[in-house]
């Protein structure tokens, strides 16, 4: 139905390189063409650290490499929040309006596989119990969590538990749980107790770098639990 650029961030492809894979399986299956845009850094690191200078040559870069397409598709809230809405101030005030109509054109990919005409016609199915996630840049940058969880539900014979106290940050924050760890883990206990408290086994989100640092304290304090990226839940509903 449309020829979309797939980002898959840096750290995804560092961390959970299957995850492209999974995402392309279920675009394809929408009907999309797909290019592939990875390894790649949205300069958030550096932004978020005070290195503007090394930001912009990051995200300079990034616009450059999808600057043909007029949709990317962004496994990453949290890229999808720094291409639309920091990046393009980096620019002086004739590029900055080039950057920022390039990062216009960025989509998270929840939110774009919600809102797509081919949706209906998947027919996704997966029998189990999941609880969910509300990433911090889904949530308050993006505002996407009810199209989130509006395609979650599309999702026959699966259960989905909302956490209780699901507005609060998991603790992670990119550079802040290396600044502040004690208040870091603090946050991560809560929301293992919330994740406990919900009687699933599986978390989903639609942001690996939550799902890594959660699941990396659920492991340390042996507690049974998977962590799965959207794209790997929709791809398991399509099997």
Same mark, same amino acid.
């Given at each position: ?5 797939? *980002? ?6 560092? %961390?959970?390189?299957? $995850? ?30 005070? *290195? ?34 920091? %990046? ?22 929840? $939110? ?13 199915? %997966? ?38 106290? /699901? /507005? /609060?940050?998991?603790? *992670?924050?990119?550079? *802040? ?47 049974? %639990? ?14």
């Amino acid at each position: 139905m449309a020829a979309v650029a797939l *980002f898959d961030p840096c750290y995804m492809a560092a %961390l959970r390189p299957q $995850d492209a894979r999974h995402a392309r399986h279920v675009l394809e299956a929408l009907g999309d063409t797909v290019s592939l845009v990875d390894g790649r850094c949205c300069g958030q690191p550096a932004y978020n650290s005070g *290195f503007r200078p090394e930001a912009k040559t990051a995200g300079r870069e990034l616009l450059r490499a999808v600057r043909d397409h007029d949709t990317v598709v962004t496994l990453s809230g949290s890229c999808t929040a720094m291409a639309r809405h920091y %990046l393009p101030d980096l620019f002086p005030a004739h590029r900055g309006d080039a950057a920022r109509a390039i990062g216009q054109r960025f989509r998270e990919f929840g $939110d774009y596989v919600a809102s797509h005409p081919g949706l209906p016609m998947l027919g996704l199915r %997966l029998r189990g119990l999941v609880a969910y996630h509300d990433a911090c840049h889904a949530r308050r940058e993006l505002g996407i969590s009810a199209a989130v969880l509006g395609l979650l539900a599309r999702i026959e014979d699966l259960e989905v538990r909302r956490l209780r106290n /699901e /507005e /609060e940050c998991c603790g *992670f924050g990119g550079t *802040f749980s290396v600044k502040l760890p004690e208040v870091s883990a603090a946050m991560l206990r809560g929301k293992l107790d919330d994740i406990r408290e919900s009687g699933a086994r599986v978390l989903v989100s639609t942001d690996l770098s939550c799902l890594a640092h959660i699941e990396s304290g659920a492991r340390g304090s042996g507690m049974p %639990l998977e962590a799965w990226t959207l794209p790997e839940l929709l791809a398991r509903a399509l099997a």
